[in-house]
């Protein structure tokens, strides 16, 4: 079984200001990885994911992540963020084999402030 | 590409009803589809996973008398609460993939609201 755990529930952050989101995972296979944004009242968008090959994965909207296998890990970045980018973040992973069954996290809600 | 669509994207019913909530693949097919429950700022939990054509799986401890899915065709699957109870409030959201192999990505809808009185 997979299990997901994201560190921080909440992330104040300014204006242009960098940003990282935590997110940890556990599972006895391989698995792959996923960030989607949450706005208001809507479903999830998928930001990026990780499969496979390089450990370090852009996405969407200027955000990246990067899969560290050792530390079980895959934290979600930002440079300099904006306004539009609050919003609830969720990690996610998938057993590699079998069908996609997804396992979030708790979510993380990034609040920019001007 | 890849839009899913909800319907409705929210309900108000009395206590005892039955609500129906339909998921909408609107260009590809999806042979395969999730329902997930939100409660209030809280994360996803997955109810089900419906395959086009055959019986839904559904995870521990989601009642499936309660909560009948129905994937008749590849663009729609359908999810009814029946003899909805107010603990039944909360946001469903389903999501679509093209085929059962994980590496595909799930495309989410946008949610469906429901409020038992």
């Known amino acids: 079984a997979q299990s997901v755990t994201q560190l921080d529930s909440q992330v104040p952050v300014f204006e242009e200001a960098p940003v990282e989101l935590r997110c940890n995972y556990s599972s006895s296979v391989s698995v792959y990885l996923f960030w989607y944004v949450q706005y208001p009242n809507q479903g999830l968008q998928l930001l990026l994911k990780y499969l496979s090959g390089s450990t370090l994965v852009k996405g969407i909207n200027g955000f990246e992540a990067e899969f560290n296998k050792s530390q079980t890990s895959f934290h979600l970045r930002k440079p300099s963020v904006h306004i539009s980018d609050t919003a609830e973040y969720f990690c996610?992973?998938?057993?590699?084999?079998?069908?996609?069954?997804?396992?979030f996290g708790a979510g993380t809600r990034l609040a920019v402030h001007p | 590409g890849a839009v899913v669509s909800q319907h409705p994207s929210w309900v108000i019913c009395k206590s005892g009803t039955s609500v129906k909530i339909e998921c909408r693949s609107l260009?590809?097919?999806?042979?395969?589809m999730f329902w997930y429950r939100q409660f209030p700022k809280q994360s996803l939990m997955l109810m089900a996973t419906?395959?086009?054509?055959?019986?839904?799986?559904?995870e521990q401890g989601v009642e499936k008398d309660k909560f009948l899915i129905n994937h008749a065709s590849l663009t729609l699957s359908t999810l009814t609460v029946t003899s909805a109870h107010p603990e039944d409030s909360s946001f469903y959201i389903c999501s679509a993939s093209t085929a059962g192999a994980s590496t595909d990505t799930q495309y989410f809808g946008p949610g469906t609201r429901l409020t038992v009185l």
């Open positions: 260009d590809f097919q999806a042979t395969t």
């Open positions: 996610a992973v998938s057993a590699t084999g079998g069908y996609n069954k997804l396992i």
């Open positions: 419906s395959n086009e054509g055959s019986k839904a799986t559904y």
